[in-house]
C-alpha cells in the first residue's frame, strides 16, 4: 500500500498568516495515464471531509485561491495564504493513484 | 446540487451485521464510482472499497474483503454497504463519497456494543 505521510502533525496560525503542509508518499504517484493523483481535503470539526485541491494543484468548484497545491512524483505541499477561521480544522492529502486508495494522518490547524 | 445522503446512525450487537445506505442526487448515479471510507474516533480516513454503479464492479481494500459487501439500487441512486460479524473496532463513522472524493454524505456512526 501507498503510505502518505503528512507535517506537520499540527499547525498554529494566526488570523491573516500563511502556512504550508507536507505530504509525502511511499511510492511516486504517477499514474501511468502520466496524472498524478494527489488530492487534498479539509474536514472541519463534525463535517465530513470537503475536497479543496484534486490532481495536485486543481481547485475544486469553489474553493477560494488562497489555497494552492504543488509537488509532483512523491513529494506535495498544500499553501494557506491569508488564513481566515473558516480554514481551521484537520486536513488530508490522499491519493487515487493506486490501490488501495490511501489518506494521510491529517494535519490540524489551530489558531495561535 | 450533488447530495449523499447516508441513513442514521446505528446502535448493533456484536457479532451481527448492519447496512446502510447512500442516496445520489444532482448527478448521473450510473457514470461514478461509489467509495466507502471509514473514520475510527478521532483518527484519520480509511478507504473500504468502491462499487461502479453502472455494471456492479467492485474494487477493495483488502484489510475489508469479508468485512464490507457493496451493492447498488440503479433504480433509486442508492449505494449499500453491509458490515457483517462486528466488533468493537468497527466503531466508527462510516462515510460513502461520489464523483472521484469531489462529493461526501454526511456520515453515518456505527456504534457496536452488547
Known amino acids: 500500500d501507498v503510505v502518505m505521510t503528512q507535517t506537520p502533525v499540527s499547525l498554529s496560525v494566526s488570523l491573516g498568516g500563511q502556512v504550508s503542509i507536507s505530504c509525502r508518499s511511499s511510492q511516486s504517484l504517477v499514474h501511468n495515464n502520466g496524472n498524478t493523483y494527489l488530492s487534498w481535503y479539509l474536514q472541519k470539526p463534525g463535517q465530513s471531509p470537503q475536497l479543496l485541491i484534486y490532481?495536485?494543484?486543481n481547485r475544486f468548484s469553489g474553493i477560494s485561491d488562497r489555497f494552492s497545491g504543488s509537488g509532483s512524483g512523491t513529494d506535495f505541499t498544500l499553501k494557506i495564504s491569508r488564513v481566515e477561521p473558516d480554514d481551521l480544522g484537520v486536513y488530508y492529502c490522499g491519493q487515487g493513484t493506486q490501490y488501495p486508495r490511501t489518506f494521510g494522518g491529517g494535519t490540524k490547524l489551530e489558531l495561535k | 446540487q450533488v447530495k449523499l445522503l447516508q441513513s442514521g446512525a446505528a446502535l448493533v450487537k456484536p457479532g451481527a451485521s448492519v447496512k446502510m445506505s447512500c442516496k445520489a442526487s444532482g448527478y448521473t448515479f450510473t457514470d461514478y464510482w461509489v467509495s466507502w471510507v471509514k473514520q475510527s474516533h478521532g483518527k484519520s480516513l480509511e478507504w473500504i472499497g468502491e462499487i461502479y454503479p453502472n455494471s456492479g464492479a467492485t474494487n477493495f481494500n483488502e484489510k475489508f474483503k469479508g468485512k464490507a459487501t457493496l451493492t447498488v439500487d440503479k433504480s433509486t441512486s442508492t449505494a449499500y454497504m453491509e458490515l457483517s460479524r462486528l466488533t468493537s473496532e468497527d466503531s466508527a463513522i462510516y462515510y460513502c463519497?461520489?464523483?472521484?472524493?469531489?462529493?461526501w454524505g454526511q456520515g453515518t456512526l456505527v456504534t457496536v456494543s452488547s
Open positions: 463519497s461520489g464523483r472521484w472524493f469531489a462529493y
Open positions: 490532481k495536485v494543484s
